[in-house]
């Protein structure tokens, strides 16, 4: 008995256009709050990369998270901007009252969450993929359940900005 149905290798790189396509919806999102500032509940949260090429952070931070790292932006930031030609965002945040400008290449981003509308993008490429001598990556963006699993309840954070784990928002592996 043969299987017909064998997983055929597509010639088009639909899994670097699917994640290119889902990146443009996280860094317009970004691009809107920089221009206008979040509407109404939404705020993000951004995992990215702090190990790769590009990235400046305080060192303080690149000590404490030297593979990855997660922002909120919500309501202690100030100059976000996507830099489309440079090809990175920078906002000001924070840490510990200590004011500091990060720098993130668009390719270090390895997740984007709006909790207030559980939109959430994941690009596999920026967490697994080695980077190749171009500066890119290759795999799939995914897009992240739409609720995710459940957390315990935050209040309000009222003093500086504070960072946090997306554990809670990662998928977990299926159980046999």
Known sequence: MT????????????????????REVALRALEHAGEHGLPGEHHFYVTFRTDRPGVAIPNHLKVRYPEEMTIVL???????????????????LSFGGVPATLVIPISAITAFWDPYVRVGLRFPSAETEPMAANGEAESAATLLPATPEPEAERPEPEGP???VSLDAFRRRPARD
């Open 74 to 92: 919500q309501h202690q930031f100030w100059d976000l901007k996507v830099n489309r030609e440079k090809d990175f965002i920078t906002a000001g």
């Open 161 to 163: 900005a504070q960072v």
């Open 3 to 22: 299987d017909d149905t064998k997983q055929v290798e597509s010639l088009l790189p639909y899994d670097r256009w699917t994640e290119e396509a889902m």
